[in-house]
T-cell receptor, first 114, second 113 residues
Framework: NAGVTQTPKFQVLKTGQSMTLQCAQDMNHEYMSWYRQDPGMGLRLIHYSVGAGITDQGEVPNGYNVSRSTTEDFPLRLLSAAPSQTSVYFC?????????????FGQGTRLTVV | DQQVKQNSPSLSVQEGRISILNCDYTNSMFDYFLWYKKYPAEGPTFLISISSIKDKNEDGRFTVFLNKSAKHLSLHIVPSQPGDSAVYFCAADISGSARQLTFGSGTQLTVLP
């Protein structure tokens, strides 16, 4: 059971480049979320999804796009990378049919924008 | 405006002693609270949680206390072990679904042998 898998683990981008951070889970969780973690700060919610075809914005959505075509996958797209998007990105999933549940996190993607 | 605050960036304790990590929140809508542990280069892992209808939850060496009137929770680790050295994040949830967690900034716990 792999849980939540994120790829790549590391990425360096030039300003203005685009890329997609991949996230997949094999736990049949309806809910998936993307967070970013910056030094001295906790994780901040970028976007989340409550099921295939349904996404919504979190606290810091600007500069990021998401889509959810399947239950398993929730990719995060950076359309035009900026140095301010240098961060560690975490994908998480949780089980919708249980209240007061926890989120399971992937190992993270460390992104540097130069 | 931070809705969840962990005011101690770091804490050092001796092995075998108690570690107490604190967390404050401002949003009265939060009704479920979680603690996550994070090692370097890994994702956060769930440690323990508490619902707002309780004031204490225990799991082995870990106990979380919730004081709703003070909007304060704490994590107690007894006895502390060197393997507990990690960053601990407090998180709060409104829906109980864990799809929109609000995190504190974390506390680096170092347990000295």
């Amino acid at each position: 059971n792999a849980g939540v898998t994120q790829t790549p683990k590391f990425q360096v981008l030039k300003t203005g480049q685009s890329m997609t951070l991949q996230c997949a889970q094999d736990m049949n969780h309806e809910y998936m979320s993307w967070y970013r973690q910056d030094p001295g700060m906790g994780l901040r919610l970028i976007h989340y999804s409550v099921g295939a075809g349904i996404t919504d914005q979190g606290e810091v959505p600007n500069g990021y796009n998401v889509s959810r075509s399947t239950t398993e996958d929730f990719p995060l797209r950076l359309l035009s990378a900026a140095p301010s998007q240098t961060s560690v990105y975490f994908c998480a999933s949780s089980y919708s049919r249980q209240k007061n549940t926890e989120a399971f996190f992937g190992q993270g993607t460390r992104l540097t924008v130069v | 405006d931070q809705q969840v605050k962990q005011n101690s960036p770091s804490l050092s304790v001796q092995e075998g002693r108690i570690s107490i990590l604190n967390c404050d929140y401002t949003n009265s809508m939060f009704d479920y609270f979680l603690w996550y542990k994070k090692y370097p280069a890994e994702g956060p892992t769930f440690l323990i949680s508490i619902s707002s209808i309780k004031d204490k939850n225990e799991d082995g060496r870990f106990t979380v206390f919730l004081n709703k009137s003070a909007k304060h929770l704490s994590l107690h680790i007894v006895p502390s072990q060197p393997g507990d050295s990690a960053v601990y994040f407090c998180a709060a949830d409104i829906s109980g679904s864990a799809r929109q967690l609000t995190f504190g900034s974390g506390t680096q716990l170092t347990v000295l042998p």
